[in-house]
C-alpha cells in the first residue's frame, strides 16, 4: 500500500487496528508517518526483511524475493522511491 496514493485513509486505519498480523516491506517510515499523522494503530506487524535474515535467506528484498520464490517480477517503474 503505498499510503499517499489513496484518497481517504481512514478505512486502512481501522483494517490495520484489528487485523491479526501483517507483513511489511520496507515500511518503517509509513508506519511511523501513519501513526503521528493519522493516528493510527496496529496490530501485529511483521517485517518481511528480518524474517529472512532469521531464515539466513542471501537476499532480503522484496523484488528478488517474489521472483526467486513465487516467479513475479515486480514493475519498479511507478514506485514512490523513484518517483
Not at 489513496?6 to 484489528?18: D, K, M, N
Not at 498480523?21 to 501485529?44: C, G, I, P, T, W
Request: glycine residues 4%.
Amino acid at each position: 500500500m503505498d499510503p499517499l496514493r489513496l484518497p481517504e485513509l481512514t478505512p486502512s486505519g481501522r483494517f490495520l487496528a484489528i487485523c491479526d498480523e501483517k507483513v511489511f516491506h520496507a515500511a518503517e517510515n509509513d508506519v511511523l508517518m501513519l501513526k503521528r499523522d493519522y493516528e493510527f494503530s496496529f496490530a501485529q506487524s511483521v517485517r518481511h526483511d528480518v524474517g529472512c535474515r532469521i531464515l539466513g535467506w542471501p537476499q532480503v528484498g522484496l523484488a528478488a524475493l517474489l521472483a526467486s520464490n513465487f516467479d513475479v517480477r515486480l514493475d519498479k517503474r511507478n514506485s514512490a522511491h523513484r518517483l
